[in-house]
Every structure is written in C-alpha cells, then in structure tokens.
C-alpha cells in the first residue's frame, strides 16, 4: 500500500515562506509525474505544481515564480518552496502523482495565511 505523508504546513503570515515536504512509501524514481495540490475551503481540489521523472516542472499561473516544486529520489521525497504567500494559497495541500489516484491521497497539510 502506497502512502504519501505530507508535511510542513503551518500559519505564516502574507508574504511569508514555507517549504511542504511529501515523504513517500515506494521510490519516487518509478513514478513519472509527481504533484502538489490543494484545497481550499468551498471549492474544488486543484493542481498546483507538477515534476517529471526527469525534473521537467509546471506550475499553475496562480503561483508561477512563487512556489517551486523539487524531488529527491534518493530520500523518495517531493518538496514544495513556497514564497511571497497570499491569503488566497490558504488551503490544505496534497501530493499525488499526476495524474492523481484516489487511493494515494494522504491527510495533507494546512497552510493559513494571515494577511
């Protein structure tokens, strides 16, 4: 059984950083795509940054040039940098692979941002 523990989370206020990190049960070199999203109270699950086996990285236009996914294989961990931080990145962020499986969700991790 597949298990993604998130971690990292907290409350900071606007403009403040954080780094998520998402620790992995098999190695992370045998998954393609790997991600980070999240979700926010009233709406919908999103995707917020992605990673290729080969490190390849997208990311959603909310949070270009201010969060920066990562992986380590050798620690079978994603990261997730984020900086500059809005009110409007408050949620509970997850990992999954891309796309995601309902079977790997983990609890996530809250992120507030206080403005």
């Known amino acids: 059984q597949v298990q993604l523990v998130e971690s990292g989370g907290g409350l900071v206020q606007a403009g403040g950083s954080l780094r998520l990190s998402c620790a992995a049960s098999?190695?992370?070199?045998?998954?393609?795509?790997m991600g980070w999203y999240r979700q926010a109270p009233g709406k919908q699950r999103e995707l917020v940054a992605s990673i290729t086996r080969g490190g390849i990285t997208n990311s959603a236009d909310s949070v270009k040039g201010r969060f920066t996914i990562s992986r380590d294989n050798a620690k079978n961990t994603v990261y997730l940098q984020m900086s500059s931080l809005k009110p409007e990145d408050t949620a509970v962020y997850y990992c999954n692979v891309v796309p995601p499986l309902r079977a790997y969700w983990g609890r996530g991790t809250q992120v507030t941002v206080s403005s």
């Open positions: 098999i190695s992370t070199s045998s998954i393609n795509v």
